[in-house]
Protein backbone atom coordinates (compact mmCIF):
# COMPACT_ATOMS: atom_id res chain seq x y z
CA UNK A 1 0.00 0.00 0.00
CA UNK A 2 1.40 3.56 -0.75
CA UNK A 3 2.47 5.36 2.24
CA UNK A 4 -0.20 7.87 3.51
CA UNK A 5 -0.12 11.81 3.17
CA UNK A 6 1.37 13.43 5.76
CA UNK A 7 -0.30 16.22 5.50
CA UNK A 8 -3.21 14.87 6.36
CA UNK A 9 -4.94 15.28 9.23
CA UNK A 10 -6.39 12.01 10.40
CA UNK A 11 -6.81 8.01 8.14
CA UNK A 12 -9.70 6.49 8.12
CA UNK A 13 -10.56 3.23 6.33
CA UNK A 14 -13.90 2.89 4.97
CA UNK A 15 -15.74 -0.49 4.45
CA UNK A 16 -19.44 -1.13 3.09
CA UNK A 17 -20.32 -4.71 4.29
CA UNK A 18 -23.82 -7.12 4.57
CA UNK A 19 -25.88 -7.04 1.74
CA UNK A 20 -25.39 -3.97 -1.15
CA UNK A 21 -27.83 -1.57 -1.98
CA UNK A 22 -28.28 1.80 -3.78
CA UNK A 23 -27.31 4.74 -2.37
CA UNK A 24 -23.66 2.73 -0.71
CA UNK A 25 -21.85 5.09 -3.36
CA UNK A 26 -23.24 8.18 -2.99
CA UNK A 27 -23.07 7.96 1.06
CA UNK A 28 -19.12 6.71 0.57
CA UNK A 29 -18.92 9.80 -1.65
CA UNK A 30 -20.44 11.99 0.94
CA UNK A 31 -18.17 10.66 3.71
CA UNK A 32 -15.11 10.55 1.14
CA UNK A 33 -15.31 13.95 -0.31
CA UNK A 34 -16.52 15.99 2.94
CA UNK A 35 -13.38 14.26 4.77
CA UNK A 36 -11.31 15.01 2.08
CA UNK A 37 -11.96 18.53 0.61
CA UNK A 38 -13.27 19.80 3.67
CA UNK A 39 -11.36 18.38 6.71
CA UNK A 40 -7.75 16.99 4.46
CA UNK A 41 -8.35 13.49 5.65
CA UNK A 42 -7.33 10.55 3.94
CA UNK A 43 -9.34 7.42 2.83
CA UNK A 44 -8.26 3.97 3.01
CA UNK A 45 -10.75 1.62 1.06
CA UNK A 46 -11.64 -1.78 2.76
CA UNK A 47 -12.65 -4.01 -0.17
CA UNK A 48 -15.38 -6.70 0.60
CA UNK A 49 -16.34 -5.62 4.49
CA UNK A 50 -14.74 -6.70 7.02
CA UNK A 51 -13.11 -9.80 4.98
CA UNK A 52 -10.50 -6.80 3.71
CA UNK A 53 -9.51 -6.22 6.84
CA UNK A 54 -8.74 -9.77 7.32
CA UNK A 55 -7.02 -10.88 4.20
CA UNK A 56 -5.49 -7.21 3.88
CA UNK A 57 -6.78 -5.94 0.79
CA UNK A 58 -7.15 -2.45 0.95
CA UNK A 59 -5.92 0.88 -1.25
CA UNK A 60 -5.94 4.27 -0.78
CA UNK A 61 -8.96 6.50 -2.20
CA UNK A 62 -8.03 9.31 -4.67
CA UNK A 63 -10.55 11.94 -5.00
CA UNK A 64 -10.83 10.35 -8.73
CA UNK A 65 -12.10 6.97 -6.76
CA UNK A 66 -15.13 8.74 -5.41
CA UNK A 67 -15.92 10.91 -8.31
CA UNK A 68 -18.74 10.14 -10.81
CA UNK A 69 -20.33 7.53 -8.16
CA UNK A 70 -23.09 9.34 -6.48
CA UNK A 71 -25.50 7.69 -9.13
CA UNK A 72 -24.06 4.48 -9.28
CA UNK A 73 -25.36 1.13 -7.81
CA UNK A 74 -23.93 -1.10 -5.97
CA UNK A 75 -20.55 -0.08 -3.59
CA UNK A 76 -17.27 0.24 -5.56
CA UNK A 77 -15.79 -0.88 -2.51
CA UNK A 78 -17.19 -4.59 -2.65
CA UNK A 79 -19.99 -6.08 0.08
CA UNK A 80 -19.36 -9.34 2.10
CA UNK A 81 -21.22 -10.87 4.84
CA UNK A 82 -17.85 -11.85 7.08
CA UNK A 83 -18.62 -11.66 10.50
CA UNK A 84 -15.48 -11.94 12.14
CA UNK A 85 -17.36 -12.17 16.14
CA UNK A 86 -18.95 -15.24 14.79
CA UNK A 87 -16.34 -17.72 14.64
CA UNK A 88 -14.12 -16.08 17.31
CA UNK A 89 -12.38 -18.79 19.45
CA UNK A 90 -14.16 -18.76 22.59
CA UNK A 91 -10.86 -19.48 24.73
CA UNK A 92 -7.53 -17.33 24.24
CA UNK A 93 -5.53 -18.46 21.10
CA UNK A 94 -2.10 -18.49 20.82
CA UNK A 95 -2.72 -18.52 17.02
CA UNK A 96 -4.09 -15.28 16.31
CA UNK A 97 -4.62 -16.45 12.67
CA UNK A 98 -7.48 -18.21 13.65
CA UNK A 99 -8.64 -15.30 15.45
CA UNK A 100 -10.36 -12.76 12.49
CA UNK A 101 -11.20 -9.77 15.43
CA UNK A 102 -7.08 -9.82 16.24
CA UNK A 103 -6.36 -9.88 12.62
CA UNK A 104 -8.74 -6.37 11.92
CA UNK A 105 -7.13 -5.33 15.64
CA UNK A 106 -3.60 -5.80 13.91
CA UNK A 107 -4.14 -4.76 10.87
CA UNK A 108 -6.17 -1.71 11.88
CA UNK A 109 -2.71 -0.59 13.76
CA UNK A 110 -0.65 -1.45 10.73
CA UNK A 111 -2.58 0.93 8.59
CA UNK A 112 -2.55 3.70 11.53
CA UNK A 113 -6.37 4.60 10.86
CA UNK A 114 -8.00 7.06 13.39
CA UNK A 115 -11.20 5.51 12.57
CA UNK A 116 -13.09 2.91 10.70
CA UNK A 117 -16.44 3.78 9.19
CA UNK A 118 -18.82 1.01 8.60
CA UNK A 119 -21.51 1.08 6.02
CA UNK A 120 -23.81 -1.42 6.27
CA UNK A 121 -27.00 -3.03 8.16
CA UNK A 122 -27.77 -4.43 11.78
CA UNK A 123 -25.23 -6.91 11.44
CA UNK A 124 -22.68 -4.65 9.93
CA UNK A 125 -22.80 -1.93 12.78
CA UNK A 126 -23.13 -4.33 15.66
CA UNK A 127 -19.74 -5.48 14.57
CA UNK A 128 -18.67 -2.26 14.82
CA UNK A 129 -20.17 -1.67 18.29
CA UNK A 130 -18.22 -4.97 19.59
CA UNK A 131 -14.95 -3.38 17.68
CA UNK A 132 -15.38 -0.78 19.54
CA UNK A 133 -15.57 -2.14 22.10
CA UNK A 134 -12.12 -3.97 21.51
CA UNK A 135 -10.90 -0.30 21.39
CA UNK A 136 -11.22 0.71 17.96
CA UNK A 137 -12.27 4.02 17.19
CA UNK A 138 -16.06 3.29 14.83
CA UNK A 139 -18.46 4.76 13.25
CA UNK A 140 -21.24 3.68 11.37
CA UNK A 141 -23.85 4.68 8.54
CA UNK A 142 -27.41 3.06 8.45
CA UNK A 143 -28.13 1.20 4.81
CA UNK A 144 -30.06 -1.38 3.86
CA UNK A 145 -33.57 -1.98 1.82
CA UNK A 146 -35.42 -3.41 5.03
CA UNK A 147 -35.07 -0.56 7.17
CA UNK A 148 -34.93 -1.84 9.67
CA UNK A 149 -32.20 -0.57 11.99
CA UNK A 150 -32.69 0.77 15.42
CA UNK A 151 -31.88 4.45 16.28
CA UNK A 152 -32.71 6.08 12.85
CA UNK A 153 -36.35 6.92 11.54
CA UNK A 154 -34.75 5.64 7.61
CA UNK A 155 -32.13 3.79 5.84
CA UNK A 156 -30.68 4.88 2.89
CA UNK A 157 -31.64 2.00 0.00
CA UNK A 158 -34.93 1.81 1.49
CA UNK A 159 -36.97 4.30 -0.59
CA UNK A 160 -35.32 2.86 -3.84
CA UNK A 161 -36.41 -0.69 -3.42
CA UNK A 162 -39.57 0.73 -2.47
CA UNK A 163 -40.01 2.30 -5.99
CA UNK A 164 -38.71 -0.43 -7.66
CA UNK A 165 -41.15 -2.56 -5.74
CA UNK A 166 -43.99 -0.27 -6.05
CA UNK A 167 -43.26 -0.07 -10.09
CA UNK A 168 -43.29 -4.19 -9.98
CA UNK A 169 -46.50 -4.06 -8.65
CA UNK A 170 -47.84 -1.57 -10.99
CA UNK A 171 -46.92 -3.58 -13.48
CA UNK A 172 -48.40 -6.81 -12.12
CA UNK A 173 -51.89 -5.11 -11.73
CA UNK A 174 -52.69 -5.25 -15.88
CA UNK A 175 -52.02 -9.24 -16.07
CA UNK A 176 -54.05 -9.63 -12.80
CA UNK A 177 -56.66 -7.68 -14.06
CA UNK A 178 -56.40 -8.94 -18.01
CA UNK A 179 -56.69 -13.04 -16.39
CA UNK A 180 -58.49 -12.61 -13.87
CA UNK A 181 -55.66 -13.58 -11.76
CA UNK A 182 -54.71 -13.46 -7.91
CA UNK A 183 -50.73 -12.06 -8.42
CA UNK A 184 -48.54 -12.61 -5.04
CA UNK A 185 -45.18 -10.56 -5.25
CA UNK A 186 -42.74 -11.86 -3.20
CA UNK A 187 -40.55 -8.80 -1.67
CA UNK A 188 -37.54 -9.24 0.55
CA UNK A 189 -37.47 -8.40 4.35
CA UNK A 190 -36.67 -11.01 6.29
CA UNK A 191 -37.47 -10.28 9.41
CA UNK A 192 -39.20 -6.55 8.98
CA UNK A 193 -42.18 -6.00 7.01
CA UNK A 194 -41.46 -2.32 6.50
CA UNK A 195 -40.88 -3.02 1.85
CA UNK A 196 -43.99 -4.43 1.97
CA UNK A 197 -46.07 -2.66 4.29
CA UNK A 198 -44.88 0.35 2.25
CA UNK A 199 -45.00 -1.33 -1.30
CA UNK A 200 -48.01 -2.71 -0.81
CA UNK A 201 -49.76 0.55 -0.02
CA UNK A 202 -48.09 2.30 -2.95
CA UNK A 203 -49.05 -0.22 -5.11
CA UNK A 204 -52.55 -0.91 -3.96
CA UNK A 205 -52.18 -4.47 -2.76
CA UNK A 206 -55.52 -6.05 -1.56
CA UNK A 207 -53.69 -8.32 0.78
CA UNK A 208 -50.05 -7.39 2.40
CA UNK A 209 -48.43 -10.57 4.67
CA UNK A 210 -45.61 -9.47 7.00
CA UNK A 211 -43.47 -11.01 9.36
CA UNK A 212 -45.12 -9.07 12.55
CA UNK A 213 -48.37 -10.02 11.60
CA UNK A 214 -48.62 -14.31 11.49
CA UNK A 215 -51.37 -14.70 8.77
CA UNK A 216 -54.48 -16.52 8.91
CA UNK A 217 -54.95 -18.81 5.33
CA UNK A 218 -59.08 -18.50 5.99
CA UNK A 219 -59.03 -14.71 6.48
CA UNK A 220 -57.51 -14.19 3.33
CA UNK A 221 -59.55 -16.56 1.57
CA UNK A 222 -62.77 -14.83 2.74
CA UNK A 223 -61.10 -11.65 1.48
CA UNK A 224 -60.14 -12.81 -2.16
CA UNK A 225 -63.92 -14.40 -2.30
CA UNK A 226 -65.26 -11.63 -1.15
CA UNK A 227 -63.24 -9.41 -4.09
CA UNK A 228 -64.91 -11.76 -6.78
CA UNK A 229 -68.11 -11.74 -4.70
CA UNK A 230 -68.27 -8.16 -5.66
CA UNK A 231 -67.07 -8.36 -9.69
CA UNK A 232 -63.72 -7.53 -8.66
CA UNK A 233 -61.84 -10.95 -10.63
CA UNK A 234 -58.35 -10.14 -9.85
CA UNK A 235 -55.94 -9.56 -6.36
CA UNK A 236 -52.73 -8.04 -5.66
CA UNK A 237 -50.85 -10.23 -2.78
CA UNK A 238 -47.88 -8.60 -1.55
CA UNK A 239 -45.58 -11.05 0.72
CA UNK A 240 -42.60 -10.38 2.81
CA UNK A 241 -40.26 -13.09 2.14
CA UNK A 242 -40.28 -13.59 6.38
CA UNK A 243 -44.21 -14.21 6.53
CA UNK A 244 -45.62 -16.81 8.35
CA UNK A 245 -49.16 -18.19 9.05
CA UNK A 246 -50.26 -18.40 12.56
CA UNK A 247 -49.41 -22.17 12.94
CA UNK A 248 -45.53 -21.43 11.99
CA UNK A 249 -45.68 -18.43 14.27
CA UNK A 250 -46.51 -20.81 17.82
CA UNK A 251 -43.45 -23.35 16.53
CA UNK A 252 -40.04 -22.12 17.86
CA UNK A 253 -37.27 -21.30 15.22
CA UNK A 254 -36.11 -25.19 15.03
CA UNK A 255 -39.39 -26.49 14.42
CA UNK A 256 -40.52 -24.23 11.69
CA UNK A 257 -36.78 -24.70 10.21
CA UNK A 258 -37.77 -28.27 10.06
CA UNK A 259 -41.28 -27.22 9.27
CA UNK A 260 -39.89 -25.27 5.93
CA UNK A 261 -37.59 -28.10 4.67
CA UNK A 262 -40.37 -30.43 4.78
CA UNK A 263 -42.06 -28.04 1.92
CA UNK A 264 -40.79 -28.59 -2.07
CA UNK A 265 -41.66 -24.61 -2.94
CA UNK A 266 -38.93 -22.18 -3.52
CA UNK A 267 -40.46 -19.75 -1.22
CA UNK A 268 -42.90 -18.23 1.03
CA UNK A 269 -44.61 -16.49 -2.44
CA UNK A 270 -44.87 -19.79 -3.79
CA UNK A 271 -46.43 -21.70 -0.75
CA UNK A 272 -48.81 -18.77 0.12
CA UNK A 273 -50.23 -18.98 -4.03
CA UNK A 274 -50.87 -22.48 -3.48
CA UNK A 275 -52.22 -21.93 -0.30
CA UNK A 276 -54.83 -19.73 -1.82
CA UNK A 277 -55.47 -21.97 -4.77
CA UNK A 278 -56.39 -25.13 -2.60
CA UNK A 279 -58.08 -22.34 -0.14
CA UNK A 280 -60.23 -20.87 -2.66
CA UNK A 281 -59.34 -22.07 -6.59
CA UNK A 282 -58.89 -18.71 -7.95
CA UNK A 283 -56.03 -18.97 -10.64
CA UNK A 284 -53.47 -17.67 -8.87
CA UNK A 285 -48.98 -16.34 -9.88
CA UNK A 286 -46.33 -16.03 -7.86
CA UNK A 287 -43.54 -13.56 -8.75
CA UNK A 288 -40.63 -13.53 -6.85
CA UNK A 289 -38.93 -9.89 -7.38
CA UNK A 290 -35.33 -10.71 -5.83
CA UNK A 291 -32.48 -9.20 -5.98
CA UNK A 292 -33.75 -6.41 -8.53
CA UNK A 293 -35.23 -4.61 -5.51
CA UNK A 294 -31.56 -4.13 -4.32
CA UNK A 295 -29.66 -2.84 -7.56
CA UNK A 296 -29.34 0.06 -9.92
CA UNK A 297 -29.37 3.62 -9.56
CA UNK A 298 -30.55 5.24 -6.14
CA UNK A 299 -33.69 6.94 -5.81
CA UNK A 300 -33.17 11.12 -5.65
CA UNK A 301 -34.29 10.35 -2.04
CA UNK A 302 -31.75 8.09 -0.98
CA UNK A 303 -29.10 10.06 -2.83
CA UNK A 304 -29.87 12.85 -0.63
CA UNK A 305 -30.30 10.68 2.43
CA UNK A 306 -26.81 9.02 2.13
CA UNK A 307 -25.09 12.32 1.32
CA UNK A 308 -26.13 13.51 4.54
CA UNK A 309 -25.32 10.71 6.52
CA UNK A 310 -22.29 10.48 5.01
CA UNK A 311 -21.71 14.18 5.25
CA UNK A 312 -22.22 13.59 9.08
CA UNK A 313 -20.10 10.81 9.37
CA UNK A 314 -17.21 12.77 8.37
CA UNK A 315 -17.96 15.83 10.66
CA UNK A 316 -17.98 13.11 13.73
CA UNK A 317 -14.44 11.89 12.51
CA UNK A 318 -13.14 15.32 12.37
CA UNK A 319 -14.58 16.27 15.86
CA UNK A 320 -13.33 12.72 17.15
CA UNK A 321 -16.27 11.69 17.95
CA UNK A 322 -16.52 7.94 18.04
CA UNK A 323 -18.81 4.83 18.39
CA UNK A 324 -21.93 7.03 16.89
CA UNK A 325 -23.78 5.87 14.32
CA UNK A 326 -25.08 8.47 11.94
CA UNK A 327 -29.29 8.81 11.83
CA UNK A 328 -32.24 10.74 10.39
CA UNK A 329 -34.43 11.54 13.27
CA UNK A 330 -37.25 13.54 11.74
CA UNK A 331 -35.68 16.41 9.28
CA UNK A 332 -32.60 16.52 11.26
CA UNK A 333 -29.57 14.38 10.80
CA UNK A 334 -28.01 13.17 14.39
CA UNK A 335 -26.27 10.21 15.93
CA UNK A 336 -26.70 7.12 18.13
CA UNK A 337 -24.09 5.19 20.32
CA UNK A 338 -23.07 1.99 18.31
CA UNK A 339 -24.96 0.08 21.29
CA UNK A 340 -28.70 1.26 19.46
CA UNK A 341 -28.34 -0.45 16.09
CA UNK A 342 -26.59 -3.36 18.32
CA UNK A 343 -29.99 -3.72 20.54
CA UNK A 344 -31.66 -5.88 17.83
CA UNK A 345 -34.10 -5.60 14.57
CA UNK A 346 -36.23 -2.84 14.09
CA UNK A 347 -39.76 -4.29 13.03
CA UNK A 348 -42.89 -2.75 12.33
CA UNK A 349 -44.93 -2.13 15.92
CA UNK A 350 -48.71 -3.77 15.91
CA UNK A 351 -49.95 -0.02 16.16
CA UNK A 352 -47.72 1.54 13.23
CA UNK A 353 -50.19 4.25 11.55
CA UNK A 354 -49.60 2.15 8.27
CA UNK A 355 -51.23 -0.68 9.80
CA UNK A 356 -54.40 0.95 9.71
CA UNK A 357 -53.48 2.85 6.95
CA UNK A 358 -54.16 -0.36 4.86
CA UNK A 359 -56.87 -1.96 6.86
CA UNK A 360 -58.56 1.55 5.90
CA UNK A 361 -58.23 1.26 2.40
CA UNK A 362 -59.86 -2.35 2.35
CA UNK A 363 -56.58 -4.25 2.28
CA UNK A 364 -56.35 -7.38 4.17
CA UNK A 365 -53.12 -7.79 6.28
CA UNK A 366 -53.78 -11.76 7.10
CA UNK A 367 -55.74 -11.71 9.74
O1 LIG B 1 -30.39 -7.34 4.25
C1 LIG B 1 -30.95 -7.02 3.04
C2 LIG B 1 -31.48 -8.24 2.33
O2 LIG B 1 -31.79 -7.78 1.07
C3 LIG B 1 -32.68 -8.94 2.99
O3 LIG B 1 -33.90 -8.33 2.75
C4 LIG B 1 -32.59 -10.32 2.42
O4 LIG B 1 -33.21 -11.25 3.26
C5 LIG B 1 -31.12 -10.53 2.35
O5 LIG B 1 -30.53 -9.26 2.21
C6 LIG B 1 -30.62 -11.44 1.25
O6 LIG B 1 -29.25 -11.54 1.39
P1 LIG B 1 -28.18 -12.27 0.48
O7 LIG B 1 -27.56 -11.22 -0.39
O8 LIG B 1 -27.16 -12.78 1.45
O9 LIG B 1 -28.88 -13.33 -0.28
Redesign the pocket.
Known sequence: MAAVEQSATKTFGILTA??D?PGLNAAIRGVCRAAHDRYNMTAVGIANGYRGLIDEDWRILRPVDFMGILTRGGTILGAS?EKPFKARPKEYSSDIEEDKVELIKENYRKLNLDCLVVLG?NGTNTTGYLLAKEGLNVLGLPK???NDIIGTDRTFGFHSALSIATEAIDRLHSTAQSHNRVMIIEL???KAGWLALYAGIAGGGDVILIPEIPYDIKAIGRHLEKRTQSGRGFSIVVVA?GAMSIEEAAMDKKERKKYREQTVVPSIGYRIAGEIEAETGLETRATVLG?V??GGIPSASDRVLATSLGTAAAKLLAKGEYGRMVALKGESISSVDLRVPAEGVKTVPQDHYMIDTAISVGTCMGV
Open positions: GGCRGTIDMGHEYQR
